[in-house]
């Protein structure tokens, strides 16, 4: 079965870094498209990035909000995918999760495409 483990998460100042991990186990992690969302109380989750397979290798895309503040990223030596985010607001207080798809992944930014997620990990940005 597919088990995703999210963690790093936490309470920072505004301005202030975090990175997220997701570690992945029962199926081949390099052959995955790994993507992070959010969800904010009252909010529906929403696209945050993600580290999408292609016949090329891997190609990352990053919702418009992103705007050069967060960095995903993957070691298939450790089966991880992470989350650099960095420049943090107060808006991006959220529970962020994980999720994966070994199927079709074109369209990245719907969480429909990922039949695997985590549980998810808090991240507070304090203001």
């Known amino acids: 079965q597919v088990q995703l483990v999210e963690s790093g998460g936490g309470l920072v100042q505004v301005g202030g870094s975090l990175r997220l991990s997701c570690a992945a186990s029962g199926a081949p992690f390099s052959s995955a498209s790994m993507a992070w969302f959010r969800q904010a109380p009252g909010k529906e989750r929403e696209f945050v990035t993600v580290?999408?397979?292609?016949?090329?290798?891997?190609?990352?895309d990053n919702a418009d909000f992103v705007k050069g503040r967060f960095t995903i990223s993957r070691d298939n030596t450790k089966n991880t995918v992470y989350l650099q985010m960095s420049s943090l607001k107060p808006e991006d207080t959220a529970v962020y999760f994980c999720?994966?798809?070994?199927?079709?992944?074109?369209?990245?930014?719907?969480?429909?495409?990922?039949?695997?997620w985590g549980q998810g990990t808090q991240v507070t940005v304090s203001s």
């Open positions: 580290s999408r397979r292609t016949g090329l290798g891997y190609v990352a």
């Open positions: 999720a994966a798809s070994w199927g079709r992944n074109d369209v990245y930014t719907n969480s429909g495409t990922y039949p695997y």
